[in-house]
């Protein structure tokens, strides 16, 4: 009887959970789920015959060594450093591996060795990375063999409220994915292609330079530019491409305000602050201000970035709480780990909320000369807070991997992201009839 091994049962391992148990019920399979937490992979599983919770600790040698052994593939939704331990472990006792992450440099070093061991290492397989590399190669491959000229590409993806949740929020955002991430977006400094040339945002810019995209049905979108779009030019067979952008969603206004922390310095990491344990959310702002005793907080916040006290930016602000006398709630932390901390209390889903995800192409090619323009776009929208949108695209093609490979259908070595036809292609059309489906539409 064959067996998956899930290691991680956080909010992005639901929906993967109840389609590996569906999936085993029809095909005889068994699940072993393994969380740190044992009474969160027990609600995961709830109560399947065919699935069993444990109690799993990543840094137990003896442990993970046990449980990886026995499985023949091994899906790790534990943090990404984890992952290369993972790894290593499932080459060794020859067990195929799938993750939603971003190749690291330790998972490439594994690459030989997996091959000889006859070992698939497949990563950047949930929603992005992952729909998005599967999306574009499609749409890519179509136009290559074609014979045509792919001359940009243009790519962005955003988790979001879905439209009348949360008809109060001004930011019309809350936390879908690691609320770390969301603090920390972006710092570095930027790279892409327009129109040939090469171009680069320092952070400290990032959140002034969007751009607005416009989706039919669902309204404006802004977006912000990802960190290095430059190294999909070998991952994507981009070579002598005249334009190359990747980014990320928000709904218009959220980056001008989001640029208020950016330049007060509350998304830095590197120091700790004084006195964490007694600060107030007002404290915390007023941490970063010029010290003036006649002036409220508001005013010198308002007067040192040239925001207008009535306006939307000081509205958001107002309305995430950074102004309140409450206790921040900590006894220590960094500037981005006290705001991270702020802003789960308005930002964490309430049970009733719905989140949605928005993924935008952009193809521009030329077809005997003239200038073609392709746009694929998929909008996907949660049940709730536990049956996420997030979860869903994140979850369900790790899950349709991991039952490709348990019946041969994939027939890979080595270390992988999913921009092979033989990978992409089935799972694509299940999603397709899962209802996540990305609708393509010729403009140009």
């Not at 989706?215 to 430059?230: H, K, Q, T, V, W």
Request: charged share 25%; glycine share 8%.
């Amino acid at each position: 009887m064959k067996m998956i091994l899930v290691l991680g049962a956080g909010r992005s391992a639901s929906s993967l959970i109840d389609y590996l148990i569906n999936e085993c019920n029809s095909n005889g399979w068994k699940l072993r789920v393994g969380d740190y937490s044992l009474s969160l992979a027990q609600e995961k599983c709830n109560g399947s015959a065919v699935a069993q919770a444990f109690q799993f600790d990543i840094l137990n040698e003896q442990q993970r060594a046990e449980e990886i052994k026995k499985a023949d593939v091994v899906i790790s939704m534990l943090p990404a450093n984890f992952h290369p331990i993972v790894a290593e472990l499932c080459v060794e006792y020859g067990v195929n591996m799938l993750t939603a992450s971003y190749v690291s440099k330790e998972m490439k070093a594994l690459d030989e060795k997996a091959k000889q061991k006859g070992v698939f290492l497949l990563n950047e397989c949930g929603l992005d990375p992952g729909i998005d590399h599967m999306s574009a190669m499609q749409v890519i491959d179509k136009i290559r063999d074609a014979g045509h000229e792919l001359t940009a590409f243009e790519s962005f993806t955003g988790g979001l409220l879905a439209p009348d949740t949360d008809d109060d929020n001004p930011w019309e955002y809350k936390f879908t994915w690691n609320p770390r991430n969301v603090v920390l977006a972006g710092q570095g400094v930027v790279k892409f292609i327009q129109e040939g040339k090469y171009k680069y945002i320092p952070y400290q810019k990032l959140f002034r330079r969007t751009e607005q995209v416009h989706i039919p049905g669902y309204g404006y979108f802004e977006g912000y530019a990802n960190r290095d779009s430059l190294k999909y030019l070998d991952v994507y067979n981009l070579r002598g491409i005249s334009t190359i952008y990747r980014g990320t969603f928000r709904r218009p206004g959220f980056c001008r305000t989001w640029d208020i922390f950016v330049q007060l310095g509350a998304t830095d990491d590197t120091y700790e602050l004084e006195g964490v344990d007694k600060m107030t959310h007002r404290e915390f702002i007023n941490s970063f201000l010029s010290y003036n005793p006649h002036d409220s907080i508001e005013l010198k916040l308002a007067h040192y970035l040239g925001l207008d006290l009535d306006g939307p930016e000081m509205h958001r602000m107002r309305w995430v709480g950074m102004f309140d006398d409450e206790l921040v709630g900590l006894d220590k932390g960094t500037p981005a780990q006290i705001l991270e901390h702020i802003l789960k209390k308005k930002w964490t889903l309430d049970p009733e909320d719905k989140d949605m995800i928005v993924m935008w192409h952009k193809f521009e090619y030329l077809e005997n000369g003239q200038k073609r323009e392709i746009h694929s776009t998929l909008v996907a929208t949660g049940d709730d807070s536990v049956n996420t949108a997030m979860s869903k695209t994140v979850g369900l093609p790790i899950g349709i991997a991991a039952k490709l490979l348990l019946k041969g259908e994939i027939n890979e070595t080595g270390v992988h992201i999913p921009i092979k036809r033989e990978i992409y292609t089935p799972i694509l059309n299940e999603l397709d009839a899962l209802g996540f489906e990305m609708s393509e539409k010729q403009v140009l």
